[in-house]
């Protein structure tokens, strides 16, 4: 059997190439043999002080808010995050809003927990927060407040898409009426192609309404698992009360938050663009390939996704099946749906795949679409 | 006010003098310039393969037993490996039987998944299997099968017991005969004074029957938070489906399986002779002090801590106000109380203090337990 050459559009990573492996060991080397005790002890329950300084330095120059690093707690990745939520809000059994199509990460932690999860139409600006409104006021007829409303605003996954100011100040208005709290899943904030943010729900509301998490994975790697949380009190000590782990660990937080005292917006800087430059590659290739067929696509602005819309009746197993012998990786729009429907969609990510390789990938998975449209469809 | 100078007898860390900082910051030099591509990606499910096997070989030099690597979870800790099992044995209002006194972070898990906690008694060989048998016979005949048998059965925290061969044999006959599950909490392991180990449960019973929970902290140190669990199938599966995190982070685990491949076993030797040399100086100091009272202490054989008998009268509230004073630290005998009692006890861990400190933080902490025993008490 020859090896077949990958074109790897599945899971949202960043670009290997500027992963900054050598500055890391440099890193580490000024730094860990100024920390035996800190490698020695327990770490502090919130996690490395200098770390959680980064994160609020962060948001600051994101969002011209100082946020304080007491309400700043340090996580496994934004997915410890996410666990933490699921405990805290005791989310059994209890209506829980989602964006329709959402993380498969995130669904797999509301789902363990049994939450009954109640889906709200995307369009090509997030969450349709028209839909949001009739959908609180039919729980709340029932008498079934959600215990939160989980979204991922800006540049979300699977859809690549961004929630405008006007929709999230509404979305805070709604949250707030209804007595809910709005989980902001921030993780791909830092991966932003143009100038400006839009700020963000935690900066918007009053306090205790968000609960934020963010991540170092999308701009740094996943491989090393670090994120945060950022709520005030009460919330953050029933997060924190769930957080039994004996705390995440120095040794990561040590070298990262070395390394991110000087290098954060220049490495954030070089990451972008070299991302930024494999989103053109391939909406470009994505243009030249599905041209003039019934397929549309997402334009984000940041994050590490395009989602696509194919033929209703396109036979989606048989779309994966063509797509595997070519050795083409991506995730199905199943994965993605919060009430598990096999959905006319499959998210391409662009982040770690080779730049080289994007046209040669499209054009391979645009065959595979081509061989299995319905009778009759495709071109319009 | 003047500064106190401290006493730290509290949390059970290792010695901090022997931890191989500069020799960390040597691999994470060595090692990370080579895997970006292990930085950028999600972790491998079950954690770093390279540290996976160092696991196997340990416990395969050990116990004489290997361990395929597919077998074992890298974690975040083992306390992440206990969140697990409360999760994946669904713990909640049902029994689990515990040692009388137990670590309290492990109390903390199970108390937060509302376990029904059934204490076992503890003698200076580890938990008291006749009464075990009782306990399951007596559950056993309300219908009521315990979720696991949690035990540490080395190096017992805070007892500092371990429990002999014959009882493990025993332990493993009535967990079978009962049908329920072993939860062999090992990290205390590696800090073994004794040439030889007992042998592990996991290796004693049939597979399935005991889960492995294994620690790097009490040998590195617990900032680094890196553990491991060991279960054959069903289990394993069972116990992956909660680790919802997106994996043990790949930067520790780089780093640390880059300086164990060599020296690990130099570095537990190193280690242990230190902290061997504390447990002298204090036992010694324990002696001296407390000579001719009616007060008992544990003589451990590994571990970091020893558990200290007061006359049942002592006021020990008044000893913990008066240590306070005079900058002593150590864990009251309630924080590991299963039935969180107030117990005539205290916990000393020696792994952390400067040994030239104990002499006088025992002087100290005796001239504490004297001011506050009961009238007529004290001397026999």
Same mark, same amino acid.
């Given at each position: 059997?020859?090896?077949?050459?990958?074109?790897?559009?599945? &899971? #949202?990573?960043?670009?290997?190439? +500027?992963? %900054?492996?050598?500055?890391?060991? *440099?890193?580490?080397?000024?730094?860990?043999?100024?920390?035996?005790?800190?490698?020695?002890?327990?770490?502090?329950?919130?996690?490395?002080?200098?770390?959680?300084?980064?994160?609020?330095?962060?948001?600051?120059?994101?969002?011209?808010?100082?946020? %304080?690093?007491?309400?700043?707690?340090?996580?496994?990745?934004?997915?410890?995050?996410?666990?933490?939520?699921?405990?805290?809000? &005791?989310?059994?059994?209890?209506?829980?809003?989602?964006?329709?199509?959402?993380?498969?990460?995130?669904?797999?932690?509301?789902?363990?927990?049994?939450?009954?999860?109640?889906?709200? %139409? /995307?369009? *090509?600006?997030?969450?349709?927060?028209?839909?949001?409104?009739?959908?609180?006021?039919?729980?709340? &007829?029932?008498?079934? +407040?959600?215990?939160?409303?989980?979204?991922?605003?800006?540049?979300?996954?699977?859809?690549?898409?961004?929630?405008? /100011?006007?929709?999230?100040?509404?979305?805070?208005?709604?949250? +707030?009426?209804?007595?809910?709290?709005?989980?902001? *899943?921030?993780?791909?904030?830092?991966?932003?192609?143009?100038?400006?943010?839009?700020?963000?729900?935690?900066?918007?509301?009053?306090?205790?309404?968000?609960?934020?998490?963010?991540?170092?994975?999308?701009?740094?790697?996943?491989?090393?698992? /670090? #994120?945060?949380?950022?709520?005030?009190?009460?919330?953050?000590?029933?997060?924190?009360?769930?957080?039994?782990?004996?705390?995440?660990?120095?040794?990561?937080?040590?070298?990262?938050?070395?390394?991110?005292?000087?290098?954060?917006?220049?490495?954030?800087?070089? &990451?972008?663009?070299?991302?930024?430059?494999?989103? *053109?590659? /391939?909406?470009?290739?994505?243009?030249?390939?599905?041209?003039?067929?019934?397929?549309?696509?997402?334009?984000?602005?940041?994050?590490?996704?395009?989602?696509?819309?194919?033929?209703? #009746?396109?036979?989606?197993?048989?779309?994966?099946?063509?797509?595997?012998?070519?050795?083409?990786?991506?995730?199905?729009?199943?994965?993605?749906?919060?009430?598990?429907?096999?959905?006319?969609?499959?998210?391409?990510?662009?982040?770690?795949?080779?730049?080289?390789?994007?046209?040669?990938?499209?054009?391979?998975?645009?065959?595979?679409?081509?061989?299995?449209?319905?009778?009759?469809? #495709?071109?319009?």
């Amino acid at each position: 059997m020859t090896a077949v050459r990958e074109f790897n559009f599945g &899971a #949202g990573m960043p670009d290997p190439a +500027t992963f %900054p492996a050598q500055a890391l060991a *440099d890193a580490a080397a000024r730094v860990l043999p100024h920390h035996a005790m800190d490698l020695s002890k327990y770490p502090d329950r919130m996690g490395l002080p200098a770390l959680r300084q980064i994160a609020a330095d962060r948001f600051e120059r994101n969002h011209g808010m100082r946020v %304080p690093i007491e309400n700043i707690v340090l996580t496994n990745g934004s997915m410890q995050g996410l666990m933490l939520v699921a405990q805290a809000l &005791a989310i059994q059994r209890k209506p829980l809003i989602v964006e329709e199509f959402t993380y498969v990460g995130t669904l797999n932690v509301f789902r363990k927990h049994q939450a009954d999860l109640v889906p709200v %139409p /995307l369009d *090509d600006q997030g969450m349709r927060v028209d839909a949001l409104e009739e959908e609180l006021d039919r729980l709340s &007829a029932i008498g079934r +407040t959600p215990t939160c409303i989980y979204t991922i605003a800006s540049h979300q996954n699977p859809s690549g898409t961004t929630l405008p /100011l006007d929709r999230r100040e509404k979305l805070v208005e709604l949250a +707030t009426k209804h007595q809910t709290v709005i989980v902001e *899943d921030d993780c791909y904030a830092d991966v932003q192609f143009t100038k400006h943010a839009v700020p963000a729900m935690y900066k918007l509301a009053e306090p205790g309404r968000v609960l934020y998490l963010g991540s170092f994975s999308k701009i740094l790697g996943p491989g090393v698992r /670090l #994120g945060y949380f950022m709520a005030p009190e009460p919330l953050l000590s029933e997060m924190l009360s769930w957080k039994i782990d004996g705390g995440t660990s120095n040794l990561s937080a040590l070298i990262v938050a070395e390394y991110f005292k000087e290098h954060l917006w220049s490495h954030i800087d070089e &990451a972008n663009a070299a991302v930024k430059q494999k989103l *053109d590659t /391939l909406l470009a290739a994505l243009e030249h390939e599905f041209a003039g067929m019934d397929i549309t696509w997402t334009k984000p602005d940041g994050g590490l996704f395009t989602w696509i819309s194919l033929p209703a #009746g396109t036979d989606r197993a048989r779309v994966q099946a063509l797509a595997k012998e070519r050795g083409i990786v991506y995730a199905t729009g199943q994965a993605f749906d919060s009430l598990n429907r096999d959905v006319p969609y499959l998210r391409l990510a662009y982040g770690f795949i080779a730049n080289d390789d994007i046209p040669e990938g499209v054009r391979l998975l645009a065959e595979c679409v081509k061989l299995s449209l319905p009778v009759g469809a #495709g071109r319009r």
